[in-house]
């Protein structure tokens, strides 16, 4: 099968979150298959021609190479692209991310054309690509080389639309006749995302749960009713994880490699967690961490509610990563307040995150809301039991079997789980049974990619 990935950021070339992992791994899944696949993306100011080999194709499109032969084309343009950030800088979003994205779909479009490759599917991957089967339906509805083309679309996270005044309408160069309730128009202002799950033959999110959980009001962002209206073509399809980057045998990161045969490299990732920290050495507690964006939706709303009972808690607590500054001041004045039980790292640090999923114990992530979350399958490949809010891709994956869960969302039931957890671990032959069989656990993308088959093959068969 031909296959197309359309995404606005892909791994290793240019990273904001899991969606560029998804766009990275899938085509290189699908390979080992035996598919066909090339990806397009943007071509960023931080995409370095020296650093990934990169070939130039056309004035205005070049490529690199990942896998064993899948090519990655980069759509360049200097005006649109050629900046510090992908979306936005800190004072919000670029006021012409319409303009950036629709020159994006339709450049693709075009070159698939120039190049000769003529897809079976086109998967697109969030609002920036959704233009693509917008597109494919108005202005290319009558091109032979797309007759047998069909597009998928996956939704990391509804939450994020890309809307626009209606005024813009004319920049995307279609008929105002899209521009309707049946279209793009979305209380009169223009939603990417909508048209998208409008156009595209097959609309996917990264879980089973998380699918559901977008066709109801509390978590659908005002597009409940569309995706209700196509609820017979919403598939949720769980997100593979690297198992080459996320290895406890193989990892360069961490102070000692380990396995779920031989555990003691595990206790030696801890004591280095600790030093790290400047945490005292503590076999007797559990050390909790917490690899994440210091937000509401990550669950730092009932945290930093309950983070001062906590941390009379026999446990200790590491925490990275940062977000909004009223949790950075929260967990700083915590960290002076409590030196022995918690400690912060609040930027963005790799190879400190592969430290912490190897050395802590147990790893929170208490989300409000997790589209898919590959915090918790990390977790669990390094031993270290997740303890989860149940919704999306956390209910999804962790249950009593293999971590901790709370169905309730308060800081309440966050305490009342922290606190089974601890006197779980006080019993160390459970707990070592327990973390045996959580590196049991197999989320590699091979499965994933099965799924995205059956799924390509459906789109296929629709006319």
């Not at 597109?135 to 996956?154: E, G, H, P, S, V």
């Amino acid at each position: 099968m031909k296959i197309v990935v359309c995404a606005s950021e892909v791994v290793p070339f240019a990273k904001t979150g899991g969606l560029a992992d998804v766009a990275g791994a899938l085509p290189l899944a699908l390979e080992e298959r035996g598919d066909d696949c090339i990806v397009i993306m943007p071509k960023y100011k931080s995409i370095l021609d020296s650093k990934f080999r990169i070939q130039r194709l056309k004035e205005d499109v070049s490529y690199a190479t990942i896998g064993k032969d899948i090519k990655v084309y980069f759509i360049e343009n200097d005006v649109y692209f050629n900046r510090d950030g992908l979306y936005g800088e800190k004072t919000g979003d670029y006021k012409d991310n319409l303009d950036r994205f629709a020159f994006y779909c339709r450049r693709a479009l075009a070159l698939l054309k120039e190049i000769g490759f003529k897809p079976d599917i086109i998967h697109v991957h969030d609002w920036q690509a959704c233009l693509v089967p917008v597109y494919l339906k108005t202005l290319y509805a009558n091109d032979f080389f797309y007759k047998a083309t069909r597009t998928i679309l996956t939704i990391h996270n509804i939450g994020y639309q890309g809307l626009f005044d209606k005024g813009e309408f004319p920049k995307l160069g279609l008929d105002w006749s899209v521009f309707n309730i049946e279209g793009l128009e979305y209380y009169d202002r223009i939603n990417i995302l909508k048209g998208g799950m409008v156009f595209a033959d097959v609309v996917t999110t990264v879980s089973p749960t998380y699918a559901k959980e977008i066709q109801t009001r509390e978590f659908g962002f005002g597009l409940e009713g569309v995706l209700n209206k196509r609820r017979n073509s919403v598939y949720g399809i769980l997100n593979g994880l690297d198992y080459n980057i996320w290895n406890p045998e193989t990892d360069k990161f961490i102070a000692r490699n380990f396995s779920a045969k031989n555990l003691a490299g595990k206790a030696k990732c801890r004591e280095e967690l600790e030093e790290i920290f400047k945490l005292p050495k503590r076999k007797d507690v559990p050390l909790f961490g917490i690899v994440s964006r210091l937000a509401e939706q990550k669950g730092f709303d009932i945290l930093a509610e309950g983070i001062d009972e906590i941390c009379h808690m026999d446990l200790q607590l590491v925490i990275l990563g940062t977000g909004d500054l009223k949790y950075h001041l929260i967990m700083e004045d915590m960290a002076k307040k409590y030196p022995h039980v918690i400690s912060l790292a609040l930027k963005f640090d790799d190879p400190l995150a592969h430290k912490i999923y190897a050395g802590s114990d147990l790893f929170l992530m208490p989300s409000k809301y997790e589209p898919c979350g590959l915090g918790q399958l990390i977790s669990l490949r390094y031993g270290t039991i997740p303890l989860v809010f149940k919704t999306g891709g956390l209910a999804d994956t962790v249950n009593k079997n293999n971590g901790f869960v709370f169905d309730k969302y308060s800081s309440d039931e966050l305490i009342k789980t922290i606190k089974k957890s601890i006197a779980a671990y006080q019993d160390k032959r459970k707990w070592g049974a327990l973390v045996k069989k959580a590196m049991e656990y197999d989320f590699s993308w091979e499965e994933s990619a099965k799924h995205y088959l059956n799924l390509y093959a459906k789109a296929k068969g629709k006319k």
